[in-house]
């Protein structure tokens, strides 16, 4: 399974930045899609996920200025940043629970990470 993400750049702050992510491959399901982020010399943290049926989850932080949203016919996931603050700036991760063909369970699958960077 690959995920894939772009979107990630340079903005001034309280501009907006849309984030997506793709997942490709021997995939059977998906369960849970979400994105993380990790800034230098933090620990990875969740910033919003997105169930397969609909259901979201956001971190405190970025409640009322991110939105998830994901198209399961096409295994993508969206995050629409708004309001962006330096503190954003980070590493933002694209992460699914998918099903790969062939295995027994659901595991966790991981993009490469695009860089988000907000200027003040």
């Known amino acids: 399974v690959q995920l894939v993400e772009s979107g990630g750049g340079l903005v001034q702050a309280g501009g907006s930045l849309r984030l997506s992510c793709v997942a490709s491959?021997?995939?059977?399901?998906?369960?849970?899609m979400g994105w993380y982020r990790q800034a230098p010399g933090k620990q990875r943290e969740l910033v919003a996920s997105?169930?397969?049926?609909?259901?979201?989850n956001y971190a405190d932080s970025v409640k009322g200025r991110f939105t998830i949203s994901r198209d399961n016919a096409r295994n993508t996931v969206s995050l629409q940043m708004n309001s962006l603050k330096p503190k954003d700036t980070a590493v933002y991760y694209c992460?699914?629970?998918?099903?790969?063909?062939?295995?027994?369970?659901?595991?966790?699958?991981w993009g490469r990470g695009t860089q988000v960077t907000v200027s003040s």
């Open positions: 992460n699914a629970n998918a099903w790969v063909t062939g295995d027994f369970n659901f595991r966790d699958c």
């Open positions: 491959g021997s995939i059977y399901s998906i369960n849970a």
């Open positions: 997105i169930t397969s049926g609909g259901s979201t």
